[in-house]
């Protein structure tokens, strides 16, 4: 189902696919246009009301980090300000080259929560990754681990799944190489978090070939607060729930009295109150600030 915002009438421009967040178009020259949309999701739903300048702020963080990993792996990017790209989607759309994408979620853990507990609490593993007895939520780990997951359709949720599963799917070479990315990823990004006092707790990424090269490079978005968590250093205790940067805070809101739904029941998510929507848009205008050292306000600027 694409969703109602959705422009699929626009001139030279031929519309792919829509997921929860981002809508994917092919540009006259065979690029991808992708528009991070203000739209946001929580368990699998896409909620309501939209978070204003959310899109342009995913936007500017994935291109502020493929800056910070050139030398470990290339991206997809190819410009976000190029003069093609309609007025109305500037600093939230990129064209990028087309990718031949890897069926799977590439996801790193330094820290024990989300998914990753529930694994954990059910089996003492996570991914089919053994952890010691005992650790609670929002624990650190000894060493970051991988724990992949299948990449699932509009309102389907990924599913987490073990690294031989992963073999299985696209060979031992390739499973490798996604796995020692990923955790070199993340290692670098989470010293750069470090630095600014944010723990990166866990991030996922998408991968894919570049068709003129065949090499493995990263594709979609990176390091943003909808696909990792980002935590206050300064305010982390393990044993509960962490503030974050990030869109949990959504999820915690849908999850309490004050929300009145029940997940396990058909209905919807109700829309969210406006002081949710405006806790969670200075999260994350807070996360990418506080990562990059640059003022929001200034994105797209010259060198971002």
Known sequence: MIPPDVRTDLPGLTHLHSGKVRDLYRMPGGELLIVASDRISAFDHILSPTVADKGRILTAMTAWWFRQLDGIVGNHLISVDAPAVPAQWRGRAMVCRPLRMVPVEAVARGYLTGSGLLDYRASGAVCGV?????????????????????????????????????????????????????????????????????????????????????????????????????????????????????????RDWLLSDASGWDRAAAAPPPALPDGVIAATRARYVEAYERLTGLRFADWPGPGQ
């Not at 073990?162 to 993340?186: E, F, H, K, M």
């Not at 630095?195 to 990176?222: M, N, Q, S, W, Y």
């Open 130 to 250: 053994p952890l010691p007895a005992g650790l609670t939520d929002g624990a650190r780990l000894a060493e970051p681990i991988f724990t992949p997951a299948t990449k699932a359709d509009l309102g389907e949720h990924d599913e987490n799944v073990s690294y031989d599963a992963v073999v299985t799917a696209v060979g031992p070479q390739l499973a490798a190489q996604l796995r020692d990315l990923t955790l070199a990823i993340y290692e670098r990004a989470a010293g750069i978090a470090a630095e600014r006092g944010i723990i990166l707790a866990d991030t996922k990424f998408e991968f894919g070939h570049d068709p003129r090269t065949g090499e493995l490079v990263l594709g979609d978005e990176v390091l943003t607060p909808d696909s990792s968590r980002f935590w206050p250093a300064d305010q982390w205790r393990p044993g509960r729930a962490q503030p974050s940067f990030d869109k949990q805070y959504v």
